[in-house]
């Protein structure tokens, strides 16, 4: 098994949603058996109460702004583009699935973003990168055909299909634009980690970010906002998947 699963498995079971369930069930286990009942209801207290901030807008907001408000909507710099570095997010393969529905939403979101960069581009270079368990049909190749689908010219697609991540994909992108005016498109609360590593790398590039999961900026602490819906839970999870990223990154000075 490869570095990059290890790292998948890892990456899911420490995210917030599984920490504290695991730590919830643990302190039921304790209560149970009468061990240190006092210590077990306050950390289930805890938990269950960081649980709920998490499942509410405010406490989603909290995490992700940071992330998603440290780089600016693109603007068109002076010179056009001669790259569009499209990063992968993810998807799946299936002969029973239709190729609209191989690509989920961060996916389909990052090519059309790169697709408006290349209509005010003419001329540019759009890469996209990702690999899979099929030759066939990675996720490179499930990006470019979209791509091609919605106007993005053959001749100008770039497909890299031996990289796996961010890292993978900064290191290559470093021998291949060089003194290049590109843009890097990714979903929002992936771009500071993005920016670094290709900044690690030696390489400046214009910062393109899309798919926000946050869509309205909160200023107020109205009641709306404490109401609990699963799908902050989801953002929760992107944010801290993104911290532990910039983590290693610092913890390991990662420059490859």
């Known amino acids: 098994m490869s570095s990059y699963y290890y790292k998948y498995i890892i ?44 499942s509410t807008p405010y406490g989603a907001h909290q995490l992700l702004a940071p992330l998603e408000f440290k780089y600016a909507k693109f603007k068109q710099p002076d010179l056009p583009l001669a790259y569009i570095v499209v990063l992968g997010c993810s998807h799946k393969n299936s002969k029973h699935l239709p190729q609209s529905s191989r690509l989920p939403g961060c996916s389909q979101i990052r090519v059309m973003e790169g697709f408006e960069l290349y209509q005010n581009n003419p001329g540019s270079k759009v890469f996209f990168s990702g690999g899979g368990y099929d030759s066939q049909n ?13 106007g ?12 796996y991540n961010t890292a993978e994909e900064a290191k290559y992108l470093a021998s291949e634009i060089v003194d290049a005016q590109a843009a890097l ?36 602490h109205h009641l709306r906002y404490f109401i609990p819906e699963v799908t902050n839970l989801a953002k929760v999870n992107s944010a801290a998947h993104e911290y532990y990223g910039l983590w290693w990154i610092y913890l390991t000075e990662q420059t490859l």
């Open 152 to 163: 993005i010219k053959p001749a100008d697609i770039i497909v890299e299909e031996r990289v």
């Open 138 to 150: 990675t996720l490179a190749q499930n990006m470019a055909t979209m791509a091609k689908k919605i």
């Open 11 to 54: 990456g899911h079971f420490l995210s917030p949603l599984s920490l504290l369930i695991v730590i919830i069930l643990l302190c039921y286990l304790m209560l149970l058996w009468g061990k240190k009942t006092g210590l077990s209801k306050i950390i289930m207290g805890l938990a269950i109460t960081t649980l709920y901030l998490f």
């Open 185 to 220: 498109v990714t979903s929002a609360a992936h771009m500071p980690r993005a920016m670094l590593l290709f900044e690690n790398n030696g390489l400046d590039l214009i910062p393109a970010p899309t798919d926000f999961l946050i869509r309205e900026r909160i200023t107020s």
